[in-house]
């Protein structure tokens, strides 16, 4: 794995960084992908829970689904991947970091201003009055969560297939990869829109756009540099090299 002398070059004089992760950042963390076939949940695709239409047919098991989720998302810890991107953010005057994860590993890690694109598991709100109610769980037989104020069902305050993303944090990633000298693309296969239009929106103003993936995907033969690894391993080298121009590949 190596990169390049150039991507240290222009980060070093970049005024403006954004940086998209997706769920290749947390997977040395172990939290499991989206897809993953987990023996408890193997019965179900996660397209038929996550949506709206499913959890008002069957909101016991949708959110018995996301309890489970939000478990396994609060017993894993942040990795070198979202622990140098805490320090790209200190090396840079503007930075801006876009996640499509909901894990909140990148706010536990120290990052600040993240603009999150689906939304955070650990943030929850009622279906009727709107109102956040992040103090939930399932009660003890195993039933959704009631809004205190008016009974409504209460959902995780994630994106689910088939809704909008949140339109100002949108708008403000689409900003950020609109104006900013370097783009990185980390961990993401790049192929679910809106977000994996942030890149392309980073090309066409002439931005040096870099990707960090375990392997090609649909973006690599767009973007100025692909770097193949793990984003555990390149993240934290990258940071490395800014510290110490001149020792820029691994
Ligand atoms: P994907 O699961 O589609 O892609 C993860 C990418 O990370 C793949 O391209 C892997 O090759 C790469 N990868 C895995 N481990 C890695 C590592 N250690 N270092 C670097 N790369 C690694 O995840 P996303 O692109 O984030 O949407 O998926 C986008 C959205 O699709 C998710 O946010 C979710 C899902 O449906 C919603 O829930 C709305």
Redesign the pocket.
């Known amino acids: 794995m190596s990169f390049s002398k150039r991507l240290i070059e222009n980060l070093g004089s970049a005024r403006s960084v954004c940086v998209l992760t ?4 947390s ?2 963390s172990g939290v499991p ?3 993953g076939d987990d023996g408890l949940w193997k019965k179900f695709k996660p397209e038929e829970l ?1 949506n709206f239409d499913s959890f008002i047919r069957n909101p016991d098991l949708v959110w018995e689904w996301y309890s489970y989720r939000k478990k396994v998302m609060k017993e894993v810890v942040p990795n070198p991947a979202h622990t140098a991107l805490v320090e790209l953010q200190k090396l840079v005057p503007e930075f801006t970091l876009v996640t ?2 909901v894990d909140n590993l990148h706010i536990r890690a120290g990052s600040t201003g993240v603009l999150e694109l ?1 939304g955070n598991i650990e943030r929850s709100y009622c279906i009727d009055c709107k109102e956040r109610e992040d103090d939930v769980s399932l009660d003890a037989s195993g039933k959704v969560p009631r809004c205190r104020r008016c009974g409504g069902l209460i959902r995780p305050d ?2 689910w ?1 088939g809704e909008f993303l949140p339109p100002d944090t949108f708008a403000r990633a689409e900003w950020a990869a609109g104006h900013c000298d370097v783009f990185i693309s ?7 829109y809106p ?1 994996a239009s942030l890149p392309l929106a980073a090309l066409n103003t002439g931005a040096y756009v870099v990707e ?4 090609y ?1 649909d973006l690599s033969s767009r973007v100025h540099e692909t770097i193949l690894g ?3 391993v390149i993240l934290p080298a990258i940071v490395q090299a800014l510290h110490t121009p001149g020792n820029h590949s691994v």
């Open positions: 997706g769920a290749g950042v997977a040395e992908t989206f897809r996550a499509q994860n689906h994630v994106v297939f980390v961990g993401t296969s790049a192929v679910v977000a960090i993936n375990q392997e995907t793990k984003a555990g």
